[in-house]
């Protein structure tokens, strides 16, 4: 086993059991810490395939400023444990058939991909920032361009929903 | 060297987990957070094909995935107290009208 085939083990455990850790806990804060391991170690795989841009954006944006949103909303409207009711019992009856089916569709087309997708990721840097950058500005300028106006309009939306009523 | 199918089920399966959490969470903000671990997955599996092709197009939507997710985590959590605001409760079954 190759030192990169066991750094790729070893962040993928740790997003898988975070994920779980997400479903099993009870308190949303703690859901919420475990979202954030999740976030940390796929910014790990980022840099193991030489994404090193993406891997930094992950940890300042994601990491950072959502998950700082998301606690701070958690404290602010003093999130307790969840209720369990009948409907939750529903939604798991219903739910884990229609899980696993999702899960065995997706695993069909992967074992169904060609051999380009099993010869590998290389950990080089192969898309460096620079190129990234010159693809975001000169072919994707119209939908970069749209993105700010969404973040304008969310802004604006963020303001009506939480502003409170004279 | 790891070949793109480890990346590619990795994704798969914490696509799949964000789905079942998605279904069985009955909080309102992990239900949200659900939807995050969702995108976070499709991140992956973009990087992965990105790398693998020699291509840059894939980060680039990367980065506007991580817009959007932000976008909508300012919005989603803005209707989220309002909504505690108007039924004292984060139980999207105590949530079921439109109209109050």
Redesign the interface.
């Known amino acids: 086993m190759?030192p990169?085939?066991a750094i790729?083990f070893v962040l993928?455990a740790l997003?898988?059991i975070g994920?779980?850790n997400?479903?099993l806990q009870k308190h949303?804060i703690h859901?919420?810490l475990s979202?954030i391991v999740?976030?940390i170690a796929?910014a790990g795989?980022?840099l193991?395939?030489?994404?090193e841009?993406?891997a930094a954006?992950?940890i300042i944006?994601?990491g950072g400023?959502?998950m700082v949103?998301?606690v701070f909303?958690?404290m602010?409207?003093n999130?307790g444990v969840?209720?369990?009711?009948n409907?939750?019992k529903l939604?798991?009856i219903?739910?884990?058939p229609?899980?696993v089916a999702?899960?065995g569709f997706?695993?069909a087309a992967?074992a169904r991909?060609n051999d380009?997708?099993?010869?590998?990721?290389?950990?080089g840097t192969?898309?460096s920032t620079k190129?990234?950058s010159t693809?975001?500005f000169k072919?994707?300028v119209y939908?970069f361009e749209l993105?700010s106006f969404?973040?304008l309009?969310?802004?604006l939306?963020?303001?009506v929903?939480?502003q409170r009523e004279n | 060297?790891?070949?793109?199918?480890?990346?590619?089920?990795?994704s798969?399966?914490?696509?799949?987990?964000?789905?079942?959490?998605f279904?069985?969470?009955?909080?309102v903000?992990?239900i949200?957070?659900?939807i995050?671990?969702m995108l976070?997955a499709v991140?992956?599996a973009f990087?992965?094909f990105?790398?693998?092709?020699?291509?840059?197009?894939g980060?680039?939507f990367?980065?506007?995935v991580?817009?959007?997710?932000?976008?909508?985590?300012?919005?989603g959590?803005?209707?989220?107290?309002?909504m505690?605001r108007v039924r004292h409760s984060?139980?999207v079954?105590r949530v079921d009208l439109l109209k109050l």
């Not at chain 1, 969840?82 to 009711?85: G, L, S, V």
């Not at chain 2, 991580?66 to 919005?75: F, L, N, T």
């Open positions: 190759t990169q085939l790729f993928a997003a898988v994920a779980l997400l479903i949303p859901s919420a979202l999740v976030m796929l795989l980022y193991l395939m030489g994404a841009f993406v954006v992950q944006v994601y400023a959502i949103l998301f909303v958690i602010l409207l999130a969840e209720e369990k009711t409907i939750s939604a798991g219903a739910g884990v229609l899980a999702l899960l997706i695993a992967i991909s380009a997708a099993q010869a590998g990721v290389e950990s192969l898309a190129e990234i693809m975001l072919d994707f939908p993105t969404l973040i309009v969310a802004i939306g963020a303001i929903l939480a | 060297m790891v070949p793109t199918n480890y990346y590619l089920i990795l798969a399966i914490i696509f799949g987990l964000g789905v079942v959490a279904i069985f969470k009955r909080n903000i992990t949200f957070m659900s995050e671990l976070n991140n992956l990087v992965a990105s790398q693998a092709k020699h291509q840059s197009d980060q680039v990367v980065l506007f991580i817009v959007v997710a932000a976008a909508e985590a300012a919005v959590l803005g209707i989220i107290i309002l505690q984060l139980n079954e």
